[in-house]
């Protein structure tokens, strides 16, 4: 939840609006959670400045995720 990363002044954080639980997204899309974690390092990587807060440009079961690193 955004209030509450912007409350607690986190160093960084990716904001993604998907339902409680689903941190990297839905079970067994391998493509959205390797995607959103890749994310999350480039975050980790580029943030600037402390309290840096990323959204996720995805909505829960609608956004399509190209395959990132073929079998």
């Given at each position: 939840m955004r209030s509450i990363s912007e409350r607690l002044?986190?160093?960084?954080?990716?904001?993604?609006?998907?339902?409680?639980g689903?941190?990297?997204g839905e079970v067994e899309n391998r493509n959205q959670q390797l995607q959103i974690l890749?994310?999350?390092l480039n975050l980790l990587e580029n943030a600037e400045k402390?309290?840096?807060i990323i959204d996720a440009p995805y909505?829960?079961?609608r956004h399509q995720f190209e395959e990132l690193f073929p079998s």
């Open positions: 002044f986190l160093p960084r954080s990716y904001h993604l609006r998907y339902p409680f689903h941190a990297l890749v994310d999350c402390p309290g840096t909505l829960w079961k």
